[in-house]
């Protein structure tokens, strides 16, 4: 293909047809789906557009299994809105936008944040949405449209525009983005970018470093740990394989080579579809010793799957997901962390365990297909989501195509008290106005302080993970003698090669960043975020009421390290110990690990036994619940949950209304049958059977 001339769209371009204005009404969208109804942007309607749609919402997870055009009949199907009552609902079904003739939608701000899958923009692009309108756009989910070929834009002016018919020019769509976005977009796409880009068709632009103005004004600039490593790995010439250069900054864009590039089966099938049709089914990867894959969302899927889908032949669609990426990690020799084998059921790890675990280190580039990717930040590695074509092309090139964000940091100073931990620390940053208004979109998080440099790699890995919730492009905690602790420790590296890793993995002194943001630690106690957003935080001491639960989870990449293991036996051996209790009679309590690796911790530690004798139920490595796709799950919209993993989105783990809190609070909500804090030598006080429930707090 690399012989054959890419085309690329006209410079003007016009569509004509319907808009769809996602509103926080539901009846007013069922008009616009059933009735025809089609609504003029006035100020009263702006102020209305949903803001924070999740990808969630755009595609819950079941929808996920399937990864063809068939995604079409499903966009927005979790779609939350008002109704009349004042309560929430979906009012989105199977087809009706498809059926409806839409051609662009349009909403609020943050839209498409949470999970980079792909699956979203390809749902939309499948129902005829050409274009998409919000006031602000998470990184990830517009690159994946980008890479699709929707086009995307924040400025609301254009609506009319496309809605008539009018021709637009593509600089239009183009403008305010860097040169490779804008040749993207041009092609239409990132493959046929590529095409182009492999043919010799397109410039890419040169590091400033190697350019003019001389080298040395680039040279005297002190760089964030972020652009040390952007620089390290920058593709500067592809056929020569020449890589790295001396320096980069903010809002330059190139291609960079990636170490490690991994994917999951709710990716791999669909990234292994686009690979064989557009290269042929005899086509091979390129490196596969860098590739990796996981089998570690679905495998508990059957569990908790409802008769209903499974009527429907999901669980079937579901289980094919498997069989896709099985045979093509076979077919290209590719290592797959697949299910266990024998008669224990569950993964061999999930993706995000298993990458810290064995693979990434300190000034690595990572990249996978999930938001949660830059867990590997702990050991200051640039691990950051992509999507579903941006992995299949770095399936050919290698290398991975970014713009280098601007960096801001989070400073911790002071004491954390004993009962606070780094997913308190999350929740804080998270409610931060830079954070919650949606000023660290697509920037880089560096966590920094002496409380961080005090924290152990778990712990970092928790706040490196939970990046994906701030919207930021990924999380980094610079490299230094804890990590060198870490790779020696769990990796039996030699202590002189991990001194030479870490080394000069940091921040160089005066570096710029956009926004520091100071924490005192002191202050800080245990957290909870209300149901419908991690950043609903605020003290758990500050609930008005007590909020019973009916389900603890204790797990997901963020909560399933040894760390976290130590957290849940702390307060479950304390509250046995001391008080003679265990998980309340009314709270049924799933403790899930991130990998085989800390099974095996915690069975040396004894937390297994303990586990059992408390009343909790351990469940192998796997998502599970934090998916919606394993025991932890809520079965109704009134049932209540408490957890330690990172999301809470509308629907990201069943109907139900679902708490975040720390491993630490978890343990001790399933002791106390409510949403509580653990107080170290305190007795956790029950809330009694049947205590009514209280509404989800605003």
């Not at 397109?202 to 590091?207: D, G």
């Given at each position: 293909m690399t012989g054959q001339q890419v085309r690329k769209r006209p410079p003007e371009i016009s569509f004509g047809g319907r808009v769809l204005f996602l509103v926080d009404n539901a009846d007013l969208i069922r008009r616009q789906l059933h009735e025809g109804l089609d609504l003029d942007l006035t100020p009263e309607l702006k102020a209305r557009l949903r803001h924070q749609i999740s990808t969630d919402e755009i595609t819950p997870a079941y929808i996920c299994f399937f990864y063809d055009e068939t995604l079409g009949e499903f966009p927005y199907l979790g779609l939350e809105a008002a109704s009349g009552s004042g309560?929430?609902?979906?009012?989105?079904?199977r087809g009706s936008v498809k059926?409806?003739?839409?051609?662009?939608s349009v909403a609020g701000k943050r839209r498409g944040k949470g999970s980079s899958r792909e699956q979203s923009p390809y749902a939309e692009l499948m129902a005829g949405i050409k274009v998409v309108v919000s006031e602000s756009i998470e990184r990830i989910y517009n690159e994946n449209c980008?890479?699709?070929?929707?086009?995307?834009?924040?400025?609301?002016?254009?609506?009319?525009?496309?809605?008539s018919g009018e021709p637009i020019p593509l600089t239009e769509f183009t403008a305010g983005t860097d040169e490779i976005t804008r040749q993207i977009i041009e092609y239409g796409g990132l493959f046929e970018f590529n095409m182009a880009r492999l043919g010799g068709q397109?410039?890419?632009?040169?590091?400033r470093a190697l350019g003019d103005p001389p080298a040395g004004?680039?040279?005297?600039?002190p760089m964030t740990l972020g652009e040390k490593i952007f620089a390290s790995k920058w593709v500067v010439d592809a056929a020569s394989d020449q890589v790295g250069t001396t320096h980069a900054e903010p809002g330059e864009a190139g291609f960079f080579r990636a170490d490690v590039r991994f994917s999951h089966e709710y990716v791999t099938p669909m990234a292994a579809i686009f690979f064989e049709q557009k290269l042929g089914a005899d086509a091979k990867v390129l490196d596969p010793d860098s590739i990796l894959f996981f089998r570690d969302h679905l495998t508990f899927l059957h569990k908790v799957m409802s008769q209903e889908r499974i009527e429907q032949g999901l669980l079937?669609?579901?289980?094919?997901?498997?069989?896709?990426?099985?045979e093509f990690s076979e077919k290209q020799g590719i290592r797959l962390y697949g299910e266990q084998q024998g008669h224990v059921m569950g993964s061999e790890a999930i993706c995000h365990s298993k990458i810290l675990e064995d693979y990434a280190e300190p000034g690595m580039l990572v990249i996978g297909t999930d938001s949660h990717t830059p867990h590997a930040g702990a050991v200051g590695a640039l691990a950051f989501g992509v999507g579903t074509t941006a992995i299949f092309n770095s399936w050919i090139t290698k290398d991975v195509r970014a713009r280098i964000p601007p960096s801001f940091k989070v400073v911790v100073g002071g004491t954390l008290p004993a009962n606070a931990t780094a997913k308190d620390l999350m929740l804080e940053i998270l409610r931060h106005p830079y954070v919650?208004?949606?000023h660290a979109i697509g920037q880089i998080i560096e966590y920094a302080g002496p409380v961080v440099e005090g924290l152990s790699v778990d712990e970092r890995a928790t706040m490196t993970n939970m990046a994906a919730e701030v919207g930021a492009f990924t999380g980094l905690v610079a490299a230094d003698e804890r990590t060198v602790e870490f790779l020696v420790r769990e990796r039996g590296m030699p202590v002189a090669r991990a001194r030479a890793l870490v080394e000069g993995v940091h921040s160089d002194p005066g570096a710029e960043y956009v926004k520091v943001i100071e924490i005192d630690a002191s202050r800080l106690r245990p957290m909870v975020a209300l149901p419908g957003d991690p950043g609903n935080g605020l003290y758990i001491d500050e609930l008005a009421d007590a909020v019973p639960i009916e389900i603890?989870?204790?797990?997901?990449?963020?909560?399933?390290k040894k760390e976290d293991m130590d957290m849940y036996a702390r307060v479950f051996r304390e509250a046995r110990d001391r008080w003679g209790l265990g998980v309340h009679p009314g709270v049924k309590c799933y403790i899930q690990c991130g990998s085989t690796d800390v099974r095996e911790y915690a069975r040396e530690q004894g937390y297994l036994d303990l586990f059992h004798e408390i009343g909790a139920e351990f469940i192998e490595p796997g998502c599970g619940a934090c998916i919606a796709a394993g025991p932890g799950v809520t079965r109704s919209a009134e049932q209540v949950s408490v957890s330690s993993q990172n999301r809470n989105f509308p629907g990201r783990s069943g109907p139900g209304q679902l708490y975040l809190v720390s491993p630490y609070s978890v343990a001790a909500s399933a002791v106390a049958g409510r949403v509580a804090a653990w107080e170290p030598g305190a007795r956790v006080e029950r809330v009694e059977a049947g205590t009514p429930r209280v509404p989800v707090l605003a």
């Open positions: 309560a929430t609902e979906a009012p989105i079904e059926d409806a003739g839409f051609i662009c980008q890479n699709l070929g929707i086009l995307t834009t924040t400025d609301f002016g254009l609506i009319e525009r496309i809605r397109v410039t890419l632009p040169a590091p004004d680039a040279a005297s600039r079937e669609v579901a289980n094919q997901l498997e069989v896709k990426q099985r919650r208004d949606g603890a989870y204790a797990g997901s990449c963020t909560a399933g």
